[in-house]
């Protein structure tokens, strides 16, 4: 297994570029920034289209982000904006001028993509898909693409499947490093949103441009606890999916707590199953509380 690290990584020219762009995306801080503050105001707050703008295009998207006081949006694969892999070239630098030319920044792309099926053919065909997407992302200018794990295929070893979505994965990063892409894996699916079993796949992947995107599941919560839980993939999250802060349903003040304790300085994205008839008038309710827990910023 590679002991390459992610410090490592930017040190090479690609990682360079990688993390130049990625920066100018707001997924990561840019290089040299040492500064605690400026770490912490990059903490940013930004919307997934799942489920609160599957109805909004590409237009409306952006405008009731910029609204709301959101800075970012992270666009899910099937809904109404159209963001997706059959845009031609034309189309696609569309997309992008219209983030150009807004105050709102595309932080990636949501893809259904997932890797554990025993099928050889159907983990190709997801395989292929992703960097269809990595492609997609590039040209409109997003700085990542979000993954995932969707469960454990009954009769087959836990250890293998892991194993094979770890491959999987690695597959996919090394391929999105050389478009500048950070490909995501959200914790998520029966099973495989356990964190001992994201840790493995990600130590499987082993790869610097592999990141989780930290999803505020019930389970986060069982076995060891959140500390616990946190820390086993803390220095390799990117994202985070938070869900209607307005909801007391899981512990939001500790979980700010430990971002900013690992001096995190990605996308904090809002999504949630439920619509409200206010969907503006939520998020703008929702920047409010997000700015007391990241601490004013």
Same mark, same amino acid.
């Given at each position: 297994?590679?002991?390459?690290? =992610? %410090?490592?990584?930017?040190? @090479?020219?690609?990682?360079?570029? !990688? *993390?130049?762009?990625?920066?100018?995306?707001?997924?990561? &801080?840019?290089?040299?920034?040492?500064?605690?503050?400026?770490?912490?105001?990059?903490?940013?707050?930004?919307?997934?289209?799942?489920?609160?703008?599957?109805?909004?295009?590409?237009?409306?998207?952006?405008?009731?982000?910029?609204?709301?006081?959101?800075?970012?949006?992270?666009?899910?694969?099937?809904?109404?904006?159209?963001?997706?892999?059959?845009?031609?070239?034309?189309?696609?630098?569309?997309?992008? =001028? %219209?983030?150009?030319?807004? @105050?709102?920044?595309?932080?990636? !792309? *949501?893809?259904?993509?997932?890797?554990?099926?025993?099928? &050889?053919?159907?983990?190709?065909?997801?395989?292929?898909?992703?960097?269809?997407?990595?492609?997609?992302?590039?040209?409109?200018?997003?700085?990542?693409?979000?993954?995932?794990?969707?469960?454990?295929?009954?009769?087959?070893?836990?250890?293998?499947?892991?194993?094979?979505?770890?491959?999987?994965?690695?597959?996919?990063?090394?391929?999105?490093?050389?478009?500048?892409?950070?490909?995501?894996?959200?914790?998520?699916?029966?099973?495989?949103?356990?964190?001992?079993?994201?840790?493995?796949?990600?130590?499987?992947?082993?790869?610097?441009?592999?990141?989780?995107?930290?999803?505020?599941?019930?389970?986060?919560?069982?076995?060891?606890?959140?500390?616990?839980?946190?820390?086993?993939?803390?220095?390799?999250?990117?994202?985070?999916?938070?869900?209607?802060?307005?909801?007391?349903?899981?512990?939001?003040?500790?979980?700010?707590?430990?971002?900013?304790?690992?001096?995190?300085?990605?996308?904090?994205?809002?999504?949630?199953?439920?619509?409200?008839?206010?969907?503006?008038?939520?998020?703008?309710?929702?920047?409010?509380?997000?700015?007391?827990?990241?601490?004013?910023?």
């Amino acid at each position: 297994m590679s002991t390459t690290t =992610r %410090r490592d990584f930017f040190k @090479s020219t690609s990682g360079a570029l !990688l *993390g130049g762009s990625l920066a100018l995306a707001g997924a990561l &801080p840019a290089l040299g920034d040492t500064d605690e503050n400026s770490r912490q105001a990059r903490m940013r707050l930004g919307l997934v289209t799942y489920n609160w703008g599957k109805n909004w295009d590409l237009p409306t998207v952006i405008a009731n982000c910029a609204a709301a006081g959101f800075a970012g949006v992270e666009l899910r694969t099937t809904h109404k904006h159209g963001v997706e892999i059959t845009l031609n070239a034309d189309q696609r630098k569309e997309v992008a =001028r %219209r983030f150009a030319d807004s @105050s709102v920044v595309l932080t990636g !792309l *949501g893809s259904v993509c997932e890797y554990q099926s025993p099928d &050889p053919a159907v983990l190709q065909k997801n395989i292929d898909e992703t960097k269809a997407f990595v492609r997609l992302c590039h040209d409109v200018g997003g700085g990542g693409v979000k993954v995932r794990p969707n469960g454990l295929p009954a009769d087959v070893p836990v250890e293998k499947t892991l194993e094979q979505i770890g491959r999987a994965l690695r597959e996919v990063a090394q391929f999105g490093a050389e478009y500048g892409v950070a490909i995501r894996l959200e914790v998520h699916g029966q099973g495989t949103s356990e964190l001992p079993h994201i840790k493995t796949i990600m130590d499987v992947a082993d790869h610097p441009n592999a990141y989780v995107c930290w999803n505020c599941n019930a389970i986060d919560l069982q076995g060891a606890g959140l500390d616990h839980n946190f820390q086993l993939v803390a220095d390799r999250i990117n994202t985070v999916h938070i869900h209607d802060l307005r909801v007391d349903n899981y512990p939001w003040k500790h979980l700010f707590e430990l971002l900013k304790g690992q001096q995190f300085s990605g996308w904090t994205l809002l999504e949630d199953g439920k619509i409200p008839k206010d969907i503006v008038g939520a998020m703008r309710e929702n920047r409010d509380i997000w700015k007391r827990l990241a601490g004013g910023v």
